[in-house]
């Protein structure tokens, strides 16, 4: 744009753009701006003027604000007496009657040509300033359409992204979309999630959040917070946006990038996005919960129901052991048992063979800690936080345990311990799960020890601790079935209604405890010692014949002789039945043998006759 074509100030108007945006003007808020894009057509204009060498450059030449302060103040000496003061105003476009500023022109003289070439470098001088404040009104709207657009294109990535995230209904569908998603968004960006909760996922870009170093972690900081924050370091940017949900903040979603590929409605975007990636998280874990929860009352009512089917011991222990092995997936199982006799803790279900019927102080290893505490116990590494030696995970090379105390009432009646060679292998959710089950297991173990002592109490008489006389009957019956051949020793002791009357009843019975720990102590375990009725006492022998089942009553007889005080003897009839005869009846090899107790009697007793 011209000033003018010649030094004599003739003046020629070129053709100026039509404006772009001729309703739009400076108002007052904008007076600081305005005076700044002032001065830069002021200057430019002047560098113009000095090209053609324009006669308003002789003197003084000062712009000043419509306010009458200086914008440009022109005080160069000018030789030659008093100055004269031209002047020309740069009228508003939306309003002529108001000025956005006013050129002064003082020099020595003046002339018409002087003042209309001020005048036209002044509507020059408004023009330059109209055209800029165009440009930069179109850059800013051009700025603002293209931000408009890029948050367009993101709400509408953003609801997509959301959508998808909602369909999701398990944890690890919801980080894989999100972190999917992310990189599609943002490829020049490092994105990473640090999570508070332990979740195997098999990304290498979801990490645990280490709360260590805080006050320079600022992914810690903004989880503990709750707030997103940045920091820019080496032309890097990174941000930390917390991935919160209604009930908790899950982690931290990690963003790094270039500085010059960031801008601050990413963070709008970022923050947005964690957002919903936390509430989709939270309902796709509440979701798992509840799920985990219908399937771990389904399990509990199974399992339950199957441990009260059984009630055997033995059975009880191993369907635990077979249970809990295929709930958690695990490598090993061991059910232990404390013992009353010897205050021991006893190895009785194990899947590892060197382990079964070992035994334990109540303070050794993991048992003792569980014993002790009488709580629950998880341990994610054994090799890195060796809390105590263990038999039991040393031989197995395991490194996760979970176990539990079995309880009877307040007291502890056994320990479950489950384990894998894997470290940082179960959940909390595997330890709570334990932690019930184990009392349910406690339940049917104390309902088979009571059905065991019942059915001991029932078959085993009182007084004795031998067998009950419907046991014998059973039993020989049962053997009867399946063995060649068997006997039967009646031990019969003599005079003992002597006994009863010279020393006491209490007497008498010390004596008949003692017969029977005799038998005990001379028999197989195989064989079944019962207390026939009174003082009579039966002894059945399975696959022993006549002669040897002789020498066993003969060592009973010597040995009730030698070892009861006040001394006893007793009397012993004896048969026997073998599968090449007719198989007897229990009743025909009773009847046989209390014959020849009868003979031994008549005989002169402390003897054994066969019948």
Known sequence: MNIADSKSGTSTNTQQPSPLFPQCDIQDIDEGQAIE????????????????????????????SRDGQAVIRDDQPVAGGQLLQMEA??????????????LVHE???????????????????????????????????????????????????????????????????????????????????????????DHVNGDSRVKPLLLQNIAEDIYARSFLSAIPLIRSEDETIYAAIPMSGKQAVYGVLSFVTHSGHWDESDM??????????????????????????????????????????????????????????????????????????????????????????????TDYGFCGIVNQTKEPLILSDYWTNRVVDSKLMDGTASRSLIAAPVMSGSEVIGVIMVSHKNPNY?????????????????????????????RRMVITDNLTGLYARHYLNEQIQFRQRKDPCGSLVLVDIDHFKKVNDTYGHLTGDSILVKVSEVIRSCIRDSDIAARWGGEELAVYLPRIRSMQAYRIAERIRSMVEQHTKPEVTVSCGLSEWTFEEDKLSVESLFYRADMALYEAKNSGRNRIMIG
């Not at 002044?122 to 109209?130: D, G, V």
């Open 426 to 454: 179960f959940s909390y959710e595997n330890y709570k799960l334990l932690q019930i089950l184990s009392t349910h297991i406690a339940l049917a173990i104390s309902n088979a020890s009571l059905h065991a002592e019942v």
């Open 89 to 102: 105003v740069l009228p508003k476009r939306t309003n002529e009657l108001q000025c956005i500023a006013r």
């Open 107 to 197: 020099r020595q003289n003046s002339s018409k040509e002087l003042q209309a070439l001020l005048m036209t470098s002044a509507l020059q001088l408004r023009q330059m300033f109209y055209h800029r404040l165009d440009m930069i009104f179109f850059k800013d709207l051009h700025s603002r359409q293209q931000i408009h657009e890029k948050e367009a294109r993101q709400q509408d990535t953003m609801f997509k992204i959301a959508k998808r995230l909602h369909d999701q209904n398990d944890v690890s569908s919801v980080l894989q979309v999100l972190l999917q998603d992310m990189a599609e968004l943002y490829p020049r960006a490092n994105v990473n999630l640090y999570l508070s909760q």
């Open 268 to 361: 709008r975007a970022l923050v947005m996005l964690a957002d919903t990636a936390g509430s989709a998280f939270e309902n796709a874990k509440l979701f798992e919960q509840s799920n985990l929860l219908i399937a771990e009352l389904q399990l509990i009512n199974e399992i339950t129901k199957r441990l009260n089917q059984s009630l055997r011991l033995n059975e009880v222990f191993d369907f635990a052991k077979n249970e809990l092995l295929a709930i958690f997936k695990a490598d090993y199982c061991n059910v232990l048992q404390l013992s009353k006799e010897s205050n021991q803790f006893q190895v009785v279900a194990s899947n590892l063979p060197l382990a079964a019927n070992e035994t334990y102080s």
């Open 37 to 64: 894009l002032l001065k830069e057509c002021f200057l430019q204009w002047k560098h113009e003027a000095r090209l053609i060498e324009s006669p308003l450059l002789e003197g003084n030449l000062s712009l000043y």
